[in-house]
Structures are given as structure tokens and as C-alpha cells.
């Protein structure tokens, strides 16, 4: 996530927080030590917004562990104004995997919660939010309640919640990955809207934000899992642009950059004798021609250090990785050479060719059962159907299904 600044590892895992995490710092001093009270009401506060989001961190680590345990990496967890997110590398397709890594994080939220409403009995401290004055009692009773917090609202059956994810391990047992998610995103949704109504009749301002944080969360994962269910299956070779400019590292900034234009090509592969330099990257050639002289050689701008990938690397692990990065296209190199690019673009203009063939597969089977029906079995249209569009417009390097 841009605008995040690398706090260190926890458990190997990079924990970053956000710019923004600042300014509500900033904003919680600044209410507390100059609205009537001290200083060090200003940084107690400060301290118990730290202590309250290293609850929030440790519920993103609860996640992360049971991810590891099943195979699954976490890029890194960042820690926002709202809240933390962890970045896992894939959201395994096992139900039950999902189901375990969804419920650790409110597991652990719940454990934070049990033992500060212990903590709180002991120094018969009273449940409230009210921070007039800041005593341990307080503190105690309020790092319960975001906790009870966290996971009440996580368990909410809907994405981007944990219960929503949940909700679809359990939909996904009964009727498959796909088919699943595409029920909880509609009963998330639902409960999105009811939320947004409600909160018009109950004049309530969180309420309408959580609903639409829900409506929008919810759309976007049914977008994100309608693409990664045409991915499934496919590999880079299937996706990635085969005809492409190169340049060589001594050609001039000009021409690089007019071949922008000639080309329709974004970022270029920089080759010297067959090997791959870097990339010249579209923005970088812009900033460059701003700053520097139009007939400086290419090399000068080549970003050598780049991801790659090879022909048989599966789509979806990379849909995940060039949506997550701020690169736009990585080389795919086969025994040295470079052998094709790919980007998010290219990815997903594939994921919606596939979508259709398989929608037209899905009629013409339908016709041909159809017609099977009115005919027999083994009548004239029984065989011929099939060699159609979804045949003809298959990409000869490999299977589209
Ligand atoms: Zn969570």
C-alpha cells in the first residue's frame, strides 16, 4: 500500500502503518491536552490509540499465522486510521482453510477482550467510554470494548468482514467456490442496504458508513472472485502480450518515447545481446524527457531492478501481485530470453474473453441438449455444435477452460 511507512517484522511479517495513522494521532492529542485538559492527558491518550491499534495488529497477526500454517504467505500488514489490513499473497480456495484464517483474527480480538474485561473486574473498574479524565479504569474498559468491538463487527456475515468470508467458506461447501461467493456477496449486500435504510430512519451517521464500506467491500470481492474463477487454471503464456517493441540501451529518449506512440506499448524491455537490462517505464521516460536532454541513451532510465516471471506461472498468483504493486507490466523470460509482457490490463481483458467463451460453450450446450432431445441422441446437430466459436477463437498456446 503506497504512503505506508515499514515499522519492522513481527513473526517475519513487514508491519507497516499508514501516513493517515498519523493525523489521528495528531487529532487525538490535540483533543485531549488542549480541550480543557493537560499535556499528559494528551499523551496518555496517545499511548492507549497505540495500545488499542497493537490489539488491532495483533488480531492481522492472528490471521497471518493460520494463513502460514496453511502454506500461504503474508506480504505485510498495514495498519490504517480504520483499522489493519493483512495482505495475504492468496485467500486459499479450501473452504475450510478460509473458514480457520477468517475466524483468527476475531478469535484472537476475543481472547484481547476476555482478558481486559478480566483485567477490569480486578480493579473494579466500570465499562465506559466517557474519557473525561483517564484513569486505568477507563483505559482497561475501553481496550475491552474495541475489542468486544472488533469482533462483533467482524463477524458480520458480509465482505469485507471476516464473517463474510465466513459466511462463504460455509456457501462454499454446500455449492463450490464460485457459485458461493456470489451468494454471500448478494446477502452481504442485502444487509448493506438494510443497513444504509435503517441508518436514515435511525439518523445514524456510522451506520450509513458501515453500510455502504459493506456495499462497496462486497462488489469488489464478487468482482475480484469473478475474475480469479475465469483465471483458474490458466498460466502466464496464455495471457501475456507475444508481440512486442524492444529497445536497446544506447537508442535515444526521443525515440523511445515516440514509440510510446508507434508502438501503443507502455513500458519497453531493454536488451543488449539477447539479455534483459530492465524495463524503461512509461513514467520514468516522461519524468526524464522533463529533466533531461531529448537525445540521452535509454540506459539511463532503465529500472534494472524489476519483477519477472516465466511462461507457466499461474494468472491468478499474478493478478494478485501486479493489482497489489505499483508496477504496470512485468517481462515473461523463458531459458534467458524474454519471451512476452504482461499486465493487469492484459489480464483482465483474458479473464473476460474466457468468461464469454465459456458463456457461449454454456448455450451452445444447451442448444445441442436441446437439440438432442428433439432429435435423439446422435441426430445431426449432436457433434457439430461444439466446433464453433469457442473452438476457433481459443489462443493456439493453450487450454482456455
Ligand atoms: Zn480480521
Sequence with gaps: MRWSLPLGRLFGIPIKVHFTFFFLLAYVYYEFAHNGKSHAAGLVAVALTCILFACVLAHEIGHSLVARFF??????????????????????????????????????????????????????????LDFADITLGTCLSSLFLINAILVAFNLIPAFPMDGGR?????????????????????????????????????????LLLVGFFILFGAGEEGRLTRIRAALEGAVAAHAMRRTFAVLSPDETLRNAVLKVVSCNQDDFPVVAGGALLGMARHDAMLQGLERHDPSTPIAEFVSTRFTSTEPGAPLEELYVLLARSDRRTIPVIDGGAIV?????????????????????????????????????????SSGSARSTASDAFAPPAGDMT
Design 340 to 380: 512476452g509482457l504482461l499486465s493487469l490490463e492484459q489480464i483482465n481483458r483474458f479473464a473476460q474473453l474466457r468468461r464469454t467463451l465459456r458463456g457461449i460453450r454454456r448455450d451452445e450446450k444447451a442448444a445441442a441438449d436441446r437439440a438432442a432431445e428433439t432429435y435423439g441422441e446422435g441426430g445431426p
Design 71 to 128: 502454506g500461504t504467505r503474508t506480504r505485510s500488514i498495514v495498519l490504517l486510521p480504520i483499522g489493519g489490513v493483512a495482505l495475504l499473497e492468496q485467500i486459499p480456495r479450501e473452504p475450510y482453510k478460509e473458514i480457520l484464517i477468517a475466524l483468527a483474527g476475531p478469535f484472537v480480538s476475543a481472547v484481547l477482550a476476555a482478558l481486559f474485561f478480566a483485567a477490569g473486574l480486578a480493579v473494579q473498574a466500570e465499562i465506559t
Design 166 to 206: 465466513v459466511f462463504r467458506g460455509i456457501l462454499s461447501l454446500a455449492f463450490g467456490w464460485e457459485r458461493g461467493t456470489i451468494w454471500a456477496v448478494r446477502v452481504g449486500q442485502t444487509l448493506a442496504f438494510g443497513f444504509i435504510v435503517f441508518s436514515f430512519f435511525a439518523n445514524h451517521l456510522g
